[in-house]
């Protein structure tokens, strides 16, 4: 995605356009921490939690966000998500 502009000085703006919605995943043995941005929803993050393993309650979390960013735009969106990686494993060669 490129950015014309014809004024060096101008300031440049994020685009805020969303045609999915992005989901993050935190994945703990305790919890699991769902932020989530969504179109229709202004910059506005929203933080959600469920207990590890509950897949129902993650299911039920996605839809909530669907219904909620259809409700405000009048579209449907697909979730990307993606996991945050917490911590780093090394393998090495004996």
């Known amino acids: 995605m490129g950015i014309d502009n014809d004024d060096p000085g101008a300031k440049q703006s994020v685009q805020t356009t969303l045609k999915a919605i992005f989901v993050s995943l935190e994945l703990s043995r305790s919890s699991w921490v769902i932020t989530s941005l969504s179109p229709g929803g202004g910059e506005k993050m929203s933080r959600r939690s469920v207990r590890a393993g509950d897949i129902a309650g993650l299911f039920d979390r996605f839809t ?31």
């Open 64 to 94: 909530r966000l669907r219904d909620k960013a259809r409700v405000r735009t009048g579209q449907a969106f697909p979730i990307v998500a993606i996991q945050e990686a917490s911590t780093i494993s090394v393998i090495r060669r004996a």
